[in-house]
């Protein structure tokens, strides 16, 4: 049944596709939120995903994959993965690949958004080399929150930094684990 708020994504669907049902699913993350729109949820199928990043998310859309094991992102591109807003729901994904110098979640230097509601990372692992799991640049958001949210984020990430909060930025930082970082959580004013 075609849905207008909810898009798939399938490791063998096409960004032509329509994705608003399994048989016509897209086939990548970003090709689905091209479309999106304010309280899409877009799911993602188990498979290995590589994605054209910076990612950015529009306000209110929810990404959730199918399992934590099974559904696995790879950044194309050096850079930030994901450029995330007010009330992004993000869950149940790893994100592997080469050593990555960006952040993994990120808000967008390029597009300060006010965040009313803070954006949310639930039971995700990232095991990229070199990277910082989430970083809260206060700079790059307005609002009196400025904040990103999480739950059951693993760091595995050897060298990188789990989360970086510079800026006047905000956590919420339930249940994180960081293994092997260089450093774990950083909080300073610049």
């Known amino acids: ?7 798939i994504v399938t490791t063998d669907g096409s960004d032509t596709n329509t994705g608003r049902k399994l048989g016509d699913a897209k086939a990548t993350i970003a090709g689905a939120v091209a479309i999106a729109t304010t309280g899409t949820v877009i799911k993602v199928s188990a498979g290995t995903y590589i994605e054209n990043n910076p990612i950015t998310l529009p306000d209110q859309v929810s990404i959730v994959g199918d ?4 559904v696995s992102i790879t950044p194309q591109n050096t850079g930030d993965l994901f450029y995330i807003g007010a009330g992004n729901y993000i869950s149940n994904m790893s994100f592997v ?19 009313n509601q803070s954006p949310y990372i639930q039971n ?3 095991f990229i ?21 999480l739950d059951s984020y693993t760091q595995y990430n050897q060298g990188g930094i789990g ?12 249940s ?3 293994i092997c970082n260089d450093i774990a959580v950083i909080v300073t004013g610049k």
């Open 97 to 115: 690949g080469a050593a990555n110098t960006g952040a993994i979640f990120s808000f967008d230097p390029s597009n300060i958004r006010n965040i």
């Open 67 to 70: 399992s934590l094991r099974e």
């Open 176 to 178: 994180l684990f960081t």
């Open 124 to 126: 995700c692992t990232n």
């Open 129 to 149: 080399s070199n990277s910082t799991g989430l970083k809260i640049n206060g700079n790059n958001a307005t609002g009196n929150l400025k904040s990103m949210v």
């Open 1 to 7: 049944v075609s849905q207008s708020r909810y898009f």
């Open 163 to 174: 989360v970086s909060i510079t800026n006047n930025g905000y956590a919420q930082l339930v």
